[in-house]
């Protein structure tokens, strides 16, 4: 989708998105303006606030006021974006305009970026390269547990800090760009994106094997496949400034990586582990409060956080139970990640025990992609029940039903388009051919 755009214009796309994000996390430290959207007495906007609301939090009552809207703008609408623009484009698409992304290549962009000294075997002659990560290195091998690992702390820290402190939120991302333009530096390529980055887990599960509308990665129509590393030259050409710093190369060939590491135990966990994420982290705004009201009137995004940090971690059917809120953040989001992993491994385990007494059992990543199609297709449905509802509740019910419609429709072509795609072994030469691919396992 979109192939045809140039880098020139994808350039400056990039430069418009990553401005607009910047102006929003100066708007963190102080915003005169959108308040006003939210001021009772705005009665044309529908973002006002009814100061008469009383928002229950563990039984007692906190009335509303006006406040800034930049939080509420990018958790409850740019980041559920984010997501329905990886499912349906692709990550081709998502890569090339990713704001974070292309903060990470400004070290190559301005020439300041490290390089090491390598001697050629060959020639023995030593010769100035691009440092990059070896994938038989620690960081290589485990590069999406650690990426979990960040997406699990990160979403801790936003309902600890993060998600109601509009100061803590801006301090949050402004040291994800600083990480990511030293990271940018310190390694070649987009080694941010991919052992780094706390957003990729939720790529490969959103974005692979492809999007919906997503284009072959050997399209005729363009000259360098899908989002990988790319400059242009004097002549205005697209040239390739791919380093190899990581094989298979999810931005070179989605699909292509998605069938070559189908069946590797880190690609198990993270779609096993990423449902009970989801649903443990939106489950305990109502394990907090008490009730939902206080997820979906969005008052989280302006709640003063630090205050409520010696609140007890739970208040369930009207009880507060006396845990330190870290700890039940913590508990909740591990507990939930590890019942949907043991449970999609369960899954795995009698489904295919039940091919194999039919004899239908496809081969091992056949089997393994029609189980991750099922995964993607509920872990999308399942985010954006919550994901965007804050703001969309807001708008008339005929908007609501357009909204809840597109998702419906968008995500179910998606699993028909995937559920038919097929491994085709000569079509991944790298992988050797195991004479049991295609017999039971059991």
């Keep these: 989708m979109l192939t045809h755009l140039s880098e020139r214009v994808m350039h400056r796309v990039r430069w418009f998105l990553t401005i607009g994000w910047l102006i929003l996390i100066l708007s963190l430290f102080h915003d005169p303006v959108s308040i006003w959207l939210t001021d009772p007495n705005s009665t044309w906007s529908f973002l006002r606030v009814n100061p008469a609301h009383c928002h229950r939090i563990q039984g007692v009552c906190q009335p509303e006021a006006a406040y800034p ?3 509420r ?13 990886l499912l349906v484009f692709g990550h081709n698409l998502w890569r090339r305009v990713c704001p974070l992304s292309f903060l990470s290549q400004l070290p190559l962009a301005l020439g ?12 023995g002659r030593v010769r100035s390269v691009v440092a990059k990560v070896s994938n038989n290195s620690w960081l290589g091998r485990n590069r999406l547990y650690l990426q979990f690992a960040l997406l699990f702390v990160g979403l801790c820290m936003r309902l600890l800090f993060i998600n109601g402190d509009r100061l803590f939120l801006a301090l949050f991302l402004i040291s994800t760009i600083i990480c990511a333009i030293f990271v ?5 390529g987009k080694s941010w994106c991919h052992y780094f980055c706390p957003m990729a887990p939720v790529q490969l599960i959103f974005a692979e094997p492809a999007g919906l509308l997503t284009s072959s990665a050997r399209s005729p129509q ?3 496949p899908q989002s990988m590393c790319r400059t242009v030259d004097r002549r205005g050409q697209e040239k390739s400034a791919c380093v190899n710093c990581i094989k298979p ?4 060939d989605s699909e292509r990586d998605y069938w070559e590491s189908i069946t590797h135990p880190d690609r198990k966990f993270i779609h096993y582990a990423y449902i009970g994420l989801v649903f443990g982290f939106y489950f305990y705004f109502f394990l907090y409060a008490g009730n939902w009201d206080y997820y979906f009137s969005a008052y989280w995004t302006h709640d003063d956080h630090l205050k409520a940090l010696g609140n007890p971690g739970f208040y369930i059917f009207g009880r507060a139970i006396a845990i330190h809120r870290a700890v039940a953040v913590l508990l909740t989001l591990a507990l939930f990640s590890a019942a949907t992993y043991y449970l999609g491994m369960s899954i795995e385990k009698f489904y295919k025990a039940y091919l194999c007494r039919n004899k239908k059992y496809p081969g091992a990543e056949q089997f393994q992609h029609r189980l991750f199609t099922v995964y993607t297709y509920i872990a999308f449905n399942l985010f954006f029940h919550f994901g965007g509802r804050p703001t969309v509740i807001l708008f008339p019910l005929p908007v609501q039903y357009v909204y809840n419609t597109i998702l419906v429709v968008a995500s179910t072509l998606w699993l028909y388009k995937t559920w038919g795609k097929i491994y085709r072994r000569s079509s991944a030469k790298t992988i050797p051919a195991v004479e049991h691919h295609n017999r039971c396992p059991l």
């Design 69 to 71: 809207i930049g939080a």
């Design 73 to 85: 703008l990018f958790w409850a609408a740019i980041i559920p974006c984010s997501i329905f623009i």
């Design 112 to 123: 300041f970026q490290r390089r090491i000294r390598q001697v050629e075997p060959s020639t």
């Design 184 to 188: 940018g530096y310190w390694f070649g």
């Design 222 to 224: 363009r000259s360098l």
């Design 249 to 252: 190369c999810f931005d070179i």
